[in-house]
């Protein structure tokens, strides 16, 4: 088990910027590719970001391109994601996940692909 907590949701305007961060406490990061999903009321999980194990390769949602960007620091066991020019849209549950899978270099783009959950953050953006 991988116990995966996350930090950082809240409530904004439309335009504004959140940090999320995500943790391991007591086990490495270094050893898992990393993703960010999120889950709006009535829709299904979507993911917005992902990182491979090596951090070479990194994968975003077209709806948050240019806005949100995912970065890991393996030292500190964290995985963060920075939402920026926020939209009502974004609006959600935010999921961070690892997964076990060991190809260094490749990033998960599917839920189905990781292994191990956090309990989500809300983030609310107001318009």
């Known amino acids: 088990q991988v116990p995966l907590v996350e930090s950082g949701g809240g409530l904004v305007q439309a335009g504004g910027s959140l940090r999320l961060s995500c943790g391991a406490s007591?086990?490495?990061?270094?050893?898992?590719?990393l993703g960010w999903f999120r889950q709006a009321p009535g829709k299904e999980r979507e993911t917005v970001a992902a990182?491979?194990?090596?951090?070479?390769?990194?994968f975003y949602a077209d709806s948050v391109k240019g806005r949100f960007t995912i970065s890991r620091d393996n030292a500190k066991n964290t995985v963060l994601l920075q939402l920026n020019s926020l939209k009502p849209e974004d609006t959600a549950i935010y999921y961070c996940?690892?997964?076990?899978?060991?190809?260094?270099?490749?990033?998960?783009?599917?839920?189905?692909?990781?292994?191990?959950w956090g309990q989500g953050t809300q983030v609310t953006v107001s318009s």
């Open positions: 996940a690892a997964s076990d899978r060991t190809t260094a270099w490749r990033v998960f783009r599917s839920p189905n692909e990781y292994d191990y």
């Open positions: 007591g086990r490495t990061f270094s050893g898992y590719a």
């Open positions: 990182i491979s194990r090596n951090g070479a390769s990194i």
